[in-house]
């Protein structure tokens, strides 16, 4: 997560710097000053100091107390002079500097909290639960072990405080005061990483805390969660929730109903999202329909699909790895809906365009991870937004 200004890019990006580079400056600074000392005249005695004399007493430079001051405004007094202003700056900057990583860090911050979320990963869906999460009046400390910098962080449309630490280490869960807060989310990118978070914070919340962990609830088994002491409810399908509306929008449903036979329906881009996805088109409970996978290692993926998941659909996987060459390619007769469920949105509307020039008919469902206004036959459905009004439920819910 990084700052919007400029400016405070740049002072993350100097406080990000190794101490060893940052003090180079004020040792150049030092021996600059005590250099000038050896050769200015300085003080009322107008004398020029020895080196060691010079090195010791150009130190009190940098804390507002010169040992002298030059005696004239040639070129090396209006150095020093320069030298003599400058120091005292570095310090300032350096205590600065201390202040900001100890006393504002979010750890310090984040301590005050009380009835407050806390979100354990600071991605794309992250930033939807605290944008929801503020907007309910919740105060907000998200945890990242990427996050560009700590302390409060004003992004678009929130203010969180910011922890850099790890969700599946109970010292770091502990620095966003967990066992106060109100709900905890686990919004990694990675499942399994968010479950085994969870688990380490049951252990530190026990039954305070309301606990989300996003995950796919459909391959999750209770054997799995029980060792954790987390229960179907716990359990946020971020895919789910936004496969459950595609796959029940008015436009599909006619598609489909329209077909005449074996209803052909093409998903492309067969990762989390199209399993979800074509999870939930099975419970429409249609016997005639043929899917067509696009993906990567489809058949292999086709295969696995049809042994573990039986149903009268056909399921088959197509040989062409790439989207944008299956749509150019496309010929005969032309699939009634296409799913287009690539993370890649600029991608997904090449291949839409490609397929709507071929076919002005087309049913075509974008998946996209931006807002998109519809066109006539072109259905496009925000992840983020989708997720987003979910969660107006989940954080609606109050816990003692």
């Known amino acids: ?25 004020p040792l ?51 150095a020093l002079w320069t ?8 310090t300032t900057a350096a205590v600065a500097d201390f202040v900001r990583a100890t006393l504002l860090s979010g750890e310090v911050l984040a301590q005050g909290y009380a009835g ?28 990242d072990r990427d996050v560009a910098h700590t302390g409060l962080v004003k992004q678009r449309g929130y203010t969180a405080v910011i922890v850099r630490g790890d969700m599946t280490d109970p010292v770091d869960l502990t620095a966003t005061c967990v066992q106060n807060a109100a709900h905890v989310f686990f919004a990694g990118g990675d499942p399994l990483v968010n479950l085994r978070g969870a688990g380490a914070c049951r252990e530190l919340v026990h039954h305070g805390a309301a606990l989300h962990v996003l995950a796919d609830n459909a391959s999750l ?20 929730v936004a496969a459950r509306t595609l796959a029940n929008l008015p436009q599909v449903h006619r598609a489909m109903e329209r077909a005449t ?40 993926k086709a295969t696995q699909w049809n042994t573990e998941n039986p149903s009268p659909w056909r399921i088959v996987g197509d040989e062409t790895r790439d989207g944008l060459r299956w749509a150019t390619a496309l010929r005969g007769h ?31 469902v974008l998946r996209m991870n931006t807002e998109l206004v519809d066109g006539e036959g072109l259905i496009s459905c925000s992840i983020p937004r989708l997720f987003e009004q979910a969660l107006e439920g989940i954080l609606s819910r109050r816990f003692p």
């Open 221 to 240: 088994h209770d054997d799995v969660l029980a060792p954790m002491a987390l229960d179907r409810d716990d359990i946020v399908d971020q895919f789910g």
């Open 334 to 364: 032309p699939p009634d809906v296409v799913f287009l469920c690539l993370d890649n949105d600029a991608m997904s509307l090449r291949i839409a365009t490609t397929l709507r020039k071929k076919l002005p008919n087309l049913v075509l």
């Open 261 to 300: 036979g074996r209803a052909e329906v093409v998903i492309v881009g067969f990762g989390r999202f199209g399993q979800a996805l074509l999870r939930e088109l099975q419970a429409l409970e249609r016997s005639a329909v043929c899917v067509t996978l696009v993906d990567r290692k489809a058949r292999d």
């Open 28 to 78: 150049l600074l030092w021996v600059s000053t005590a250099a000038l000392y050896t050769v200015v005249p300085a003080g009322s005695e107008g004398r020029r100091m020895g080196w060691l004399e010079a090195l010791h007493s150009s130190l009190r430079v940098f804390v507002l107390d010169p040992p002298a001051y030059p005696s004239g405004l040639d070129g090396g007094g209006i």
């Open 1 to 25: 997560m990084k700052p919007n200004s400029r400016a405070a890019q740049a002072l993350v990006w100097l406080v990000g710097v190794p101490l060893a580079v940052r003090l180079v400056v």
């Open 116 to 143: 407050h979320v806390v979100i354990c990963g600071a991605g794309e869906h992250g930033a939807v639960i605290a944008r929801r999460a503020h907007a309910k009046g919740f105060k907000v400390v998200m945890l």
């Open 83 to 90: 030298l003599i202003f400058l120091a005292p700056l570095i």
